[in-house]
Structures are given as structure tokens and as C-alpha cells.
């Protein structure tokens, strides 16, 4: 195969995928892995993609953010559903950390009757968690004016002050390579931290998160329980090798 026959094959199969590994490339199409590399090298160059480990992305959709008010519209029956079926694994008296994102905020209807004490570093989430007479605690920090998150060293200084019995987190993407991942390192650090401060670790995510990834690593898919709405068969099996996968039924 030609290098401009490569460099085709390889964008379109990242058009098709969004991600993909230099082995499968090295696979179908016969060429080493060094000029592969090379192959990916020069494309990145042309800002044609972004190579990352073991791999490459489509360049600009890892980095981009939206608004809380553009994710809170997206997908919003998936997420309550999600969210109902996650509050599920909460008992009464739990300690909980919700991290600031629209699928944890709507887990809160759920937990009002469980007599709970939630931990966050989502400015968004208070007016609820209060109006829903939860007991609650809100990291300081810098306040991300998109997202409303805090983050930053006061964050992870006042989670450091806490344990919980479990932690729910939001994720831009999950990956069976790549992890779960998210656009912000300062949010990825924070998310990564509350996790290890809790007995146990479950990941919210709906259908259109799979095989997405994001600049800024959380963890690996092993780090968390995978809450999901629905996937497909091929994407379980790959999934199940190295998480527990939890499908919210319709």
C-alpha cells in the first residue's frame, strides 16, 4: 500500500471510529509499526489528527468543553434514567461524592429519602441538594464558569478531608484502551482523588460516550464501575475483560 493510500485509509477509519490503535492499523494494512508512526507523525503535522498513546484521535474534539446548559438539554430521558438506576445502589446513611456533572445532578430526586450525606464540587448541584433537604458539603476551590465544577488545589486540599462510602462520577468519554477521560486535567484530577477516598466507584455515562475520548485521563476502565443505558454486544465483551458494566434497563 502507498503512503497516500495509508494516509486515506488511516482518516478514514478514524472518520469511522473516532479512535485508533496503531496495531489494527499495523494489521490491516500490512506496514510496519515504525512507519506507522511516521504515517501518524506526518498527519498530525498536517493537523489532520492528534496522536496519543498507542494511537490517535480526531484533532479538537479531545479538548472541547460544552456549557452545563448545553449538557444538561442532551440526551436528558437517558440521563435520569441512568441517574435513577445509579441512586439505586446508595443505602441509607450512605456518605456519597457527586462530582459536578448533569447526570449526577440528576441522581438527586432519588437520594432524598435516604438519609444521606453528599460531598461535591458542583456549584450547580447545591440549590437541589438543599430544596431536597440533603446534608451537604461543598469543596472550595476555583469554580469553572462553563461547567460549574470546582477545581484546582483548594479542591483537592478539602477532599482530602473526607471518605466516602461511594463516589459517582461523570465522564466525557470511556474507552477499553484509553479509559475514561474528560477535557479537563484540573476536573480529571479532582475525579481521579474523590475516587480513591471511597469505598467504591461507579461511572455514569450514556450510549454516546462509548469509544469517545477526551484529553485528560481520569483512570483506567478498571478504577470504576460502568453505568451505562445501553451498548452494544461487540463494545461489552470488550468492556467486560476490564470492568463491571452495569445496563440500565429501558
Do not use: W
Request: glycine share 6%; aromatic share 6%.
Amino acid at each position: 500500500m502507498l503512503t497516500n493510500e495509508r494516509h486515506e485509509y488511516i482518516l478514514g477509519l478514524l472518520d469511522q471510529k473516532q479512535t485508533i490503535k496503531i496495531q489494527e492499523i499495523v494489521d490491516d494494512t500490512g506496514a510496519s509499526e515504525s512507519t506507522i508512526r511516521r504515517d501518524l507523525t506526518e498527519l498530525e503535522n498536517r493537523q489532520l489528527l492528534v496522536r496519543v498513546f498507542g494511537g490517535a484521535v480526531l484533532p479538537g474534539r479531545n479538548l472541547s468543553e460544552p456549557s452545563i446548559s448545553d449538557k444538561s438539554t442532551r440526551n436528558l430521558e437517558e440521563k435520569i434514567k441512568l441517574a435513577k438506576y445509579a441512586a439505586s445502589f446508595v443505602q441509607e446513611g450512605d456518605s456519597v461524592f457527586l462530582d459536578a456533572g448533569t447526570t449526577t445532578f440528576q441522581m438527586i430526586p432519588f437520594l432524598k429519602d435516604k438519609d444521606v450525606v453528599v460531598v461535591t464540587n458542583g456549584l450547580t448541584l447545591v440549590d437541589a441538594l438543599n430544596e431536597h433537604g440533603i446534608t451537604t458539603y461543598l469543596t472550595g476551590g476555583l469554580m469553572k464558569s462553563r461547567t460549574g465544577a470546582m477545581v484546582g488545589s483548594q479542591t483537592i486540599q478539602s477532599l482530602m478531608n473526607y471518605r466516602f462510602d461511594l463516589c459517582f462520577l461523570g465522564v466525557n468519554g470511556f474507552h477499553p484502551d484509553y479509559g475514561y477521560t474528560t477535557p479537563d486535567p484540573e476536573e480529571a484530577a479532582v475525579k481521579r482523588l474523590a475516587s480513591t477516598y471511597a469505598r467504591k466507584t461507579f461511572v455514569l455515562a450514556d450510549h454516546t460516550k462509548a469509544n469517545q475520548v477526551s484529553f485528560a485521563k481520569i483512570m483506567d476502565l478498571d478504577g470504576a464501575d460502568l453505568i451505562v443505558n445501553e451498548i452494544d454486544r461487540h463494545m461489552m465483551e470488550q468492556l467486560e475483560k476490564k470492568t463491571t458494566v452495569k445496563v440500565e434497563k429501558q
